[in-house]
């Protein structure tokens, strides 16, 4: 970072502090808190900065994320409720990067010191923040509008790594196709040769939806159906099998390559817009054991 890109950093860490002591000095004179404005939130630089966040809706718990920012490093583990970890992944942090998290950390650190009873807001779960370290804090509060807490999450998740930002959760709807290629490598000509598995959230969160075509015979005879035609159900051990294998391939992305595919992977996430990889399938490595595994369902 440049001397001036420093200063100008400093200067609007300054200003928000002190339009956010100025509102912690008004409460304090309103009689809604007891301000301690000469001596504001200061984390040291080993202090771990930890944000915890859960998906959840109507009905019930899905799974949820821990990332945990560390002087040079932010580690993030996905759970799931039976408390199987999709991953666990470490990626790099630039001191640029920590610095933010730093400044959204000790923002909302002072916020909270005056925050009171918050307002409830429906189906939205809380987000907690824990610092160790040179201090010891841990608090909870749903995001209702809460931007101090909003901002702080969101430097977070934006301190992560890309591949990390793009990994699996069972409240996504994923697509996996496998297009056999034939020995010359091209794809066979047969549209009915393709595989393909869509996936999509269960009303509960132990389970999800899976919409299969073109797959071998007898595939899904010991699930359940679903409540479309053609679905079938999965329980928490095939969701985690199915996310696993799509995050495998995913982390392992820059080693995936050979002169020898047997057919092409292809991933799709939903949403608006959404996100597609392709990749061959090579004996041996992650694609390969990912059709497997679906397969296996």
Sequence with gaps: MTTTSRTVESRRRGARRAALLAGAAALALSGCGIANTAFPVSLADEDVITVVRSDAGIFGYYGGSTMEVAATTITTRYTLPDGTELYEVADELEPLQRERVVDAAETYLEWERFAGDQGLCTDIPDTTVKVSGSRTHESSYQECDLDVLTQLRRTVEDSRGRVT?????????????????????????????VERYAFQPGYYPDLAMVQAE????????????????????????????ALQGINDVLLDQDRIGCGDATAELTLTRGGEPSTVWEFPVCPGQTPEELVGALRGL
Excluded: Y
């Excluded at 290629?181 to 009915?192: N, R, Y």
């Excluded at 010991?222 to 159900?233: C, F």
């Design 214 to 241: 073109g797959v071998p015979e007898g595939w899904g005879a010991d699930l359940a159906p679903g409540p479309e035609e053609g679905q079938r159900v999965l329980e928490a051990p095939e969701v985690a099998t």
């Design 165 to 193: 930002r793009d990994l699996a959760h069972p409240t996504q709807e994923w697509t996996v196709e496998i297009q056999p290629l034939t020995a010359e490598g091209e794809p066979v000509a047969d549209a009915g040769a």
